[in-house]
C-alpha cells in the first residue's frame, strides 16, 4: 500500500547550523504534504505544508521542499535552536487520511 | 483556549477490561480521528469520523470501538479483544472542506498501559 518512509532516523546538529530533513513518498495520487513536529509526551504539531502544485514553501524559520519527479519531500529548519529538538514526521493526506512515516529524531548540540 | 482536550493523560487497564478514552473538541470540526502510535514508529489510523453518527475503520481497528454522537466528541474504547493496547493514543481533528480538510490538529495523547 501507499506509505511514507524517512532516510534518516536521527539527526544531530550543532545549534546555529542548518537541518535538514529528509522523507520519501510512495503515492504519487497525494497532492498535499504537512510536516509535523512531535516532542516528548505530546501531540504533534503542525509546521508547514506543501500542495504538489509547489516546489518550495517558506515558513518562518522552516522551509519545505517537494520533487514530485523523484518522490521526495524536506524540511529545512535555518539556525537551529534547542527547542527544535523533537522527532519530525511527514505525512501525506490521501483522501481524508494522513499517512505518516516513521520520523526522524533531531537532536541540537549546545 | 480553543483545541482538543484528551483524558486522562495515563491510563491503566486491567486483563479482560475494557477502557475508554476520552476526546474533546471546539473546533467545530466535522472530522475526528484516533491514531495509535508505539515507541519509535509513526502514527497508525484505528478509526475516524468524518460527520456526527458516521464513522469508518482504520488501519489497525480491530480490538476498538468508537461512536460519534456528538459533533465535539469522539471517544475511543479499547476492548479486551485487543490483545496488545500498551500505546500512546492520539486524537486529532480536522475541518472537511477546501484545504482545512488536510491539515489535521492533535490533541496531547493520553498513554495506555497493561496492569
Known amino acids: 500500500g501507499e506509505s511514507v518512509g524517512l532516510h534518516l532516523p536521527t539527526l544531530s546538529v550543532q545549534e546555529g547550523d542548518n537541518s535538514i530533513i529528509n522523507c520519501a513518498y510512495s503515492?504519487?495520487?497525494?497532492?498535499?504534504f504537512i510536516w509535523y513536529k512531535q516532542e516528548s509526551g505530546k501531540g504533534p504539531q503542525f509546521i508547514i505544508d506543501?500542495?504538489?502544485?509547489?516546489d518550495k514553501r517558506q515558513g518562518q524559520r522552516v522551509t519545505v521542499l517537494l520533487n514530485k519527479t523523484v518522490k521526495h519531500l524536506s524540511l529545512q529548519i535555518a539556525a537551529t535552536q534547542p527547542g527544535d529538538s523533537a522527532v519530525y514526521f511527514c505525512?501525506?493526506?490521501?483522501?481524508?487520511?494522513?499517512?505518516f512515516g516513521s520520523g526522524t529524531r533531531l537532536l541540537v548540540r549546545p | 483556549d480553543g483545541g482538543i482536550t484528551q483524558s486522562p493523560k495515563y491510563l491503566f487497564r486491567k486483563e479482560g477490561q475494557n477502557v475508554t478514552l476520552s476526546c474533546e473538541q471546539n473546533?467545530?470540526?466535522?472530522?475526528m480521528y484516533w491514531y495509535r502510535q508505539d515507541p519509535g514508529q509513526g502514527l497508525r489510523l484505528i478509526y475516524y469520523?468524518?460527520?456526527?453518527?458516521?464513522?469508518q475503520k482504520g488501519d489497525i481497528a480491530e480490538g476498538y470501538s468508537v461512536s460519534r454522537e456528538k459533533k465535539e466528541s469522539f471517544p475511543l474504547t479499547v476492548t479486551s479483544a485487543q490483545k496488545n493496547p500498551t500505546a500512546f493514543y492520539l486524537c486529532?481533528?480536522?475541518?472537511?472542506?477546501?484545504?482545512?480538510?488536510?491539515?489535521?490538529?492533535f490533541g496531547a495523547g493520553t498513554r495506555l498501559s497493561v496492569l
Open positions: 473546533l467545530n470540526h466535522d472530522a
Open positions: 505525512a501525506e493526506n490521501y483522501s481524508y487520511k494522513l499517512i
Open positions: 506543501i500542495r504538489s502544485n509547489m
Open positions: 469520523s468524518q460527520i456526527v453518527n458516521d464513522f
Open positions: 486529532a481533528s480536522s475541518g472537511t472542506g477546501g484545504v482545512a480538510k488536510n491539515i489535521q490538529y
Open positions: 503515492n504519487s495520487a497525494s497532492d498535499y
